[in-house]
Structure formats: C-alpha cells, structure tokens
C-alpha cells in the first residue's frame, strides 16, 4: 500500500529578513531560518501561518544572535554565517547546505512534507482504545536529506546497537525498556537524544531535530542514502551543526543544549552501590569493609530500600532510623551519600503523608484529560506523579528534598523517570506498562499535551532535584544522576544506562553506548559495572571492573537477590584485580577532572570514540571496541569470555604502552597481550599524563602529582592541567589553579616544561614527580639548567624521574643526550 500523500509548502511567495532571521512565506506555511551562531542555523518550518511560542518549560540556553548574509536570485535565497551557507529553493522551499568553500551536504530531496498520523503509525499505541489527540499531535512532518555514499552517522544516545547508526530506523521516545538487558538493537531505551553526527572524510555535520515530541530517525535503513526525519507535534524544527569535525559538532550541539555539568570531585571516584543495603546495619557494614581491604570508595548509593514504604522523601522508621547518623559515619569514612527519588508518589492520602497531601493541595501532579490527577502503579502501589513541566512544582519538588539533605545526603539518584508506570501493582501477573495518557495536559496553565512533554520528563526531573540541591546548599555544586532524559540533561545530571545485565554481550554494549552518549552531549556516563539483572561472576566481573576504571561515571550496581557484587565478593584474585583497577582510577583522577572541566567548558566527551579525536581515518570510524579517554589515552578493552589477547588498531600517531612505557614501532596495527587485570591501554605520543597519588577517597588531600611527558619523535606537546578545589562555585569566580605543561619532540631534545601556576587556587603542599619516557636512559637531565643528579632511571617504565616540592612556580627539565 502506498504511504499516504504528503502536503508540501509550494514555492515562496514573500520573504523578509528579520534580525538574525529569514521568513519565508509558502503558498503553504512558513520557513524561519535563524542564524543562532557563526557556525549554526536553526530551521523551522509550519505548515500554519505562524511558529509555535516558545514553551515555558523549553530548557534550551538563551545565545546572542548573530548576522545573517542574505541575498536571493530568481531561482533561490541565499544565506550566510561566517561558516555556513545555506540555499532555500525558492520554487520547491528545500535547503541545501554548503560549507564556506562549497562542499556540499544535508541537502534536503524535497521540502518538508506533512500529513495526518494514525496512532498505528507510531509506537505509541497505549490500549485498544488509544488515539493521538486532535490537532497538532495527529500532524506528522517529514524530511528527507541526502546521505552521501561515504558518510557515517553516529550518535542518537544510549541506544544499544552499532556504533554507526546507518542503515538503521530509530524512534525518540524514553520508556522503561521492558526486555531486561541491553541486546543489541535500534530500540529506543529510557533517554532521547534525536542528534546525529555525520561524518565523512574531512567533513563532519550535525542536526539535532529540536522536537520533544515524538519522532523517528529513518538513517538509511528504508534507502541507503536517505536520511528521513519525523516527527508529530505539526512543526519541524532542527539546528544544523557546520563542524568540520566530530569535535566541533558536539561543541556546537551543547552551545545549543548546554554544557554539561561540572560534577563535585567525588563524583568521579568510584561509587558502590545495590538494590538490597537494606538497613543502616549493612551500609556501615558495606563502607568498613571496603576500609578494610583498603579499595578506595567515593560514594554508597542508597535504593529504594531506605525509604518507608517506598513512600519518597521518607526514611524507613527502623531499617534507617537515624539517617542523619547512618550518612556522618559514611562521612567518616570519606564516603559520600546518594540517595534514590522516584517520581511516583504514593497514593496515601490517609496517613498524613505530607508530599501526597501537599502535592495534591498545590495541584502538582500530572491530570489526565479528565481533568483529574493521573494515578498508575510503581514501587509504593498506586502513585501520582509531578507535573515537572510547572516551575513550582519543579522548586516544590526540590523542597521535598529536605527529608534527604537534611540528614546530609550528598547527591540525588532520579530513577523512573520516563516515567515508568504500570496498571496494576508491580508484580502481579499480567502487568503491563500505564503510560501517561498522551491527551494528558501539563506545563503552567495545562499549555502542553503529555505526547509533548513526555520525553522531557526525566530531564525536568533532574533539573528540579539539582536546582533544589543548588537552592538549599548555594555553596556546593548540585550532584545529581538520571535514568531518563533528553538532550539537553546534562546541564543537570550525570545518567547511567539503567538496567543492563550480568552479561558478556552488555559488557561490550556499553562501549558504543556510552560514546554514542557522549556525541550527544551527555559527558558523565556509565553503566552498572557487573551488570544489573542477573549474577555476575568472576571473570566478567574482573573484566568488567577494568573497563569501568574508564566509565565517567564508575560505579558497581545490581539488582536486589542477586549475588553479591561487590570487589571482594569473587574471591581473593579479583578482588586483587579490582583494587588494582579501581586504585587506576585514582590515580588517573587529576587528568579525568581536567576532562571534566573540558567538558564543562566545550561538551568535550571524557569517553569517545576513535573517529573524535581522529576524523581523518575513515577507516577508524566505525570502531566501537577501543575509546579514547580524553585525547591522551586510547584503551582496548576485553569482552570476551577467555580471551587473552586482541586485535588494536593503531590510529596515526606515535604510541605508547601505559604499563611499560615503551614507545611502540609505527605501523596499522598490533596484537596486545590482554590477560585479566592488564586491560591494553595506550599513550599518545605528545602527551602529558597528570596522575595522582592513590587515596581512600577523594575527601583526602593530594599529595603527589606525577606529571609523565610521552615525547612524539616529531611534535612537539601540550596539556594544561585544570584544578579546583573539587567542590564548590569557586571555580567560576577565578578560583581555578592552571599549570600549562609542554614537551618538546624527541627529535629537538626531549624537554618538558611547567609554566607557572595560573588562578587563584591553591593546591595543599605536595611532592611533584616528572617523569619523561625515553627510548634509552639519558646520559643526565638538567633541571632548570642546572645538571643534576637527583634523577634516576626508572627501567620497568622506561622513563628518567625527578621529584621536586611543587612549588607552583616554572620549571624544566631538559635531557642531556
Ligand atoms: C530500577 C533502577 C535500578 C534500581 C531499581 C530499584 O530498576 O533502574 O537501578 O536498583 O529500580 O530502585
């Protein structure tokens, strides 16, 4: 059967330029082309006579405009920022877009096209009786954009399939995934992130379709060179990225979306966690035991155990009877607090539960079309759920928070958040998800209809726990984690992948999930390291945990019942392993919280993939099994049951081996020994590695920093070490310590200086160690000029060290060949 037809806009009839702006009138509808950046357009097209306003709860960051060239010929409008052009055919109304030196690409084949939708079309399909609401959410705009034969596309967030998403078809709707685990697939999961990076040889684009509404992404799948967007909601509306490179697309996407977070430094060290620390006795227990075997822990999350009755914002009288107790003997520790919120509020409007009673008083929760508040069933029985699109219930929301802040928890796990709901007691036969009804109406005055706002949810939700925490704690910076979001979360939270399982297939999963994560915007990532449903087991588990050294967001999780999983729980040898790892990570912590200031200050992903850092390599694009870590480090991880050895791919660039040091021979490719516990990792060479001393916890001052320079036999390097006091605004007040370090090629005489510290920061008193890694021993170094001879010769790492008391001020060090 042929697809219905399709209305398209028929040629312009006038047009007008606006500041930053171009308005096109069709015989039908509208195009408004907005020059939001030198390097970004905005297009939107109505099929009506006039734009949606903008939407109270629209949570995209306010940029000033820039110009717009504008000309128009008989044929077509012409528009230009400094470094795009576009062309809008003015017979059709399709768009063409150009690089300044007329590469073209993202060429639409033909103008928007819109029509009505069925609710079959979609996947929205609720009950027998479900229907899209009349108006604008029966009215589904289509796009069709070349593909050019050479083009990778990657990003569209979390969801488990390839890498390179071409040749595949992906909808943007967040839902409880109802399969557990995370099989390989296109499917949609709990986040979505309608963004897609195109990348081919010396030209990399993006496009983030700015629609909540519901909306697929046709990649190639229904014809190889097609891209096909879709979406409800009667509008299209989408930003184009210019690039040229993967890097500067996803700068570009989170101009538009926002930066992520800058997370406090606990929140980078690692985080133990399950479903079933059922009482204060165990989470005491739990905390001492990793002091015991000396594992360093940051964090102990706490689920839904510690609440009574699964009521949120309680504290279960018994199991945690004195919570503020329970959270000062973690602080003793160095450990932080987190604790878990659901949205769902629990439907006891008897017993004076003070957030259902208050909630329904201030008409805070989600009505259904009915006008009445919308009920459904998650953990504590029949629930209500906040309409997190009204900024006064987002603030009373961040209010309820008290019960937990005050008791001094540290951060907000928001879990459920899709939000997932069921229609009848979790657990009884039968049960199948309730959603939301699509007709449902939120936002300040019920402006908006749930099918708009739903995938918005979790991220309205994770903007109200961390405007809360900013709020009541003005002096720390919000911490707060999500299962749910849309781009755009991570201006709020950090978000971990929600329930994967105890398996090999979901330990490789992660790899291209959480990059595919980071090209959309979301830095702070991870998944349950072990795996959530199921038991995991020794050799997963050692695996497991050496590849999470690398997550940015590390931390051990699993489902209640299952076996334990905590490092020691496999026995001496990988628990030994597992220290190993977890004390990597903090060793490496110094250059991860650099990345996450790089991140903070351009959306630089910590964890990538290759075709980031190297976009040249068209051959390395659709790599999904080795990531790079920031720019420095490349690593290779295992996923495999016995495996002990693999197969890596050598980007173009000189090479090192983290644990010996060696520089490695040029070539494509090499086999690297890969026993449990020796995960391959590689330097770049022109790196300078920042390393801290191994703590308990990061509430423990630094007191060494290594500083380990990878000389490249041609190039010269630089690093620039950002620090802070790991907590706090300070940071955006100058209150910063920048040392800028930098490495002459080997070929020029292997150097490496430290320039002065820069900002207000003061590092506590510590030792410096620097290390430069050398084909051979050097006959001296010279030390500020001076030779010395308080260096030696390091053999097991190839490297020539000194340490000094870092005083803050220049220095350098030089080879005496
Ligand atoms: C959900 C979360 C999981 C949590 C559980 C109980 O399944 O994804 O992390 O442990 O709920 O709260």
């Known amino acids: 059967m042929d697809a219905p037809a399709l209305a398209h806009p028929g040629p312009i009839l006038t047009w007008e330029r606006q500041p930053a702006a171009l308005l096109a009138r069709h015989e039908r509808g509208l195009t408004r082309i907005d020059a939001v950046a030198p390097d970004i357009l905005r297009v939107r097209f109505s099929p009506g006579s006039a734009l949606q306003p903008p939407r109270a709860w629209g949570s995209l960051p306010d940029l000033p405009a820039t110009e717009l060239g504008l000309s ?12 795009l052009a576009a062309r809008l055919d003015r017979t059709s109304g399709a768009l063409t877009f150009a690089t300044p030196g007329g590469s073209e690409f993202a060429r639409d084949l033909a103008p928007p096209g819109w029509r009505e939708v069925a609710i079959e079309e979609t996947a929205l399909a609720q009950g027998p009786d479900a229907e899209l609401p009349p108006g604008a959410a029966r009215t589904g705009v289509f ?12 990003g569209l967030g979390q969801r488990p399939g390839r890498l390179d998403r ?24 709990y986040q979505a992130h309608p963004v897609l990076l195109a990348v081919r040889p010396r030209l990399a684009w993006g496009l983030f379709l700015h629609s909540t509404w519901y909306s697929t992404f046709d990649v190639g799948a229904g014809d190889s060179d097609v891209l096909t967007l879709f979406t409800l909601g009667g509008e299209l509306d989408y930003y ?33 966690s399950r479903w079933g620390y059922a009482s204060d006795a165990e989470v005491r227990a739990v905390a001492r035991t990793f002091r015991e075997r000396d594992i360093p822990l940051d964090a102990i999350h706490l689920d839904i155990d510690y609440m009574d009755g699964f009521r949120v914002f309680t504290w279960h009288p018994q199991r945690f009877a004195a919570p503020a107790e329970t959270v000062a003997a973690l602080h003793a520790e160095g450990i932080r607090a987190v604790a878990i919120v659901d949205p769902g509020v629990k439907k006891d409007l008897t017993s004076g539960y003070p957030v259902a009673d208050a909630g329904l008083r201030g008409g805070h929760f989600v009505r259904g079309p009915d006008g009445e508040p919308f009920s459904g069933w998650v953990w504590p029985g029949e629930s209500l759920f906040p309409d997190f699109c009204r900024a006064d219930t987002r603030r009373w929301w961040g209010e309820q928070q008290a019960a937990l802040l005050d008791a001094g928890v540290d951060g907000i796990w928001c879990d459920m958040n899709e939000p997932a709901i069921v229609d009848r007691p979790i657990g009884t036969e039968g049960e199948r998800a309730r959603p939301i009804p699509l007709a449902a109406r939120q936002g300040e005055a019920g402006e908006a209809l749930h099918v708009e706002t739903h995938n918005l949810y979790g991220t309205l939700m994770a903007r109200a726990a961390a405007e809360g925490l900013a709020r009541r704690r003005p002096q720390r910076r919000p911490w707060v984690l999500t299962r749910a979001g849309y781009t755009g979360v991570q201006r709020w939270a950090a978000s971990w992948m929600g329930d994967n399982r105890s398996s090999w297939e979901d330990l490789e999963t992660s790899l291209p999930q959480l990059a595919s994560m980071g090209l959309a915007g979301s830095a702070h990532v991870g998944v349950d390291i072990g795996g959530f449903y199921g038991d995991c087991f020794a050799e997963l588990f050692a695996r497991w945990i050496e590849v999470g050294t690398f997550y940015p967001f590390m931390r051990n999780h699993t489902q209640c019942g299952s076996r334990p999983q905590e490092p020691w729980a496999f026995g001496p040898q990988v628990e030994a392993l597992a220290r190993a790892a977890i004390r990597l990570r903090y060793r490496l912590l110094p250059y991860l919280y650099t990345l996450a200031h790089l991140a903070h200050r351009r959306g630089e992903p910590l964890l990538r993939p290759l075709l980031y850092d190297f976009p040249d390599a068209a051959h390395l694009h659709p790599i999904e099994d080795q990531l790079m870590v920031g720019p420095q480090l490349m690593i290779a ?51 300078i590695l920042t390393l801290g001393n191994v703590r308990r916890s990061t509430m423990e001052p630094l007191t060494e920093l290594t500083i380990e320079a990878y000389p490249d036999p041609q190039a010269p390097g630089e690093w620039t070490l950002i620090e802070d006091a790991g907590e706090g ?89």
């Open 72 to 83: 128009g010929d008989d044929e077509a409008l012409h528009l230009f920022v400094e470094r």
């Open 166 to 189: 071409r040749h595949r078809r992906f909808t943007n709707w967040t839902v409880d995934i109802s399969s557990p685990g995370h099989c390989r697939g296109e499917e949609n999961m």
């Open 143 to 154: 796009l069709r954009k070349r593909l050019a034969p050479d083009e990778g596309c990657f």
């Open 240 to 272: 184009l990225f210019a690039g040229p490179t993967p890097a500067a697309v996803v700068e570009q996407l989170t101009r538009v979306t926002g930066r992520p977070a800058l997370p406090p430094l606990w929140a980078l060290g690692y985080h133990q």
């Open 729 to 817: 605004l300070d940071y955006q007040h100058g209150g910063l310590a920048e040392t800028h370090l930098a490495i002459a090629s080997l070929r020029d005489g292997a150097a490496l200086s430290i320039a002065a510290r820069s900002g207000a920061y003061q590092p506590p008193p510590r030792r410096l160690i620097l290390r430069l890694h050398l084909p051979e021993a050097p006959a001296g170094l010279r030390l500020d000029g001076r030779t010395s001879d308080a260096w030696r010769w390091r053999a097991a790492e190839r490297a020539a060290e000194i340490a000094l008391a870092d005083d803050g001020a220049a220095h350098r060090i030089e080879v005496i060949p």
């Open 637 to 687: 991880p295992v996923y495999r049951p016995g495996v002990r050895r693999r197969l890596v791919e050598l980007p173009p660039a000189t090479w090192y081996d983290l644990r010996t040091g060696a520089r490695l021979a040029k070539r494509d490719a090499l086999i690297a020994e890969a026993p449990p516990g020796a995960l391959p990792i590689f330097v770049r060479g022109g790196a």
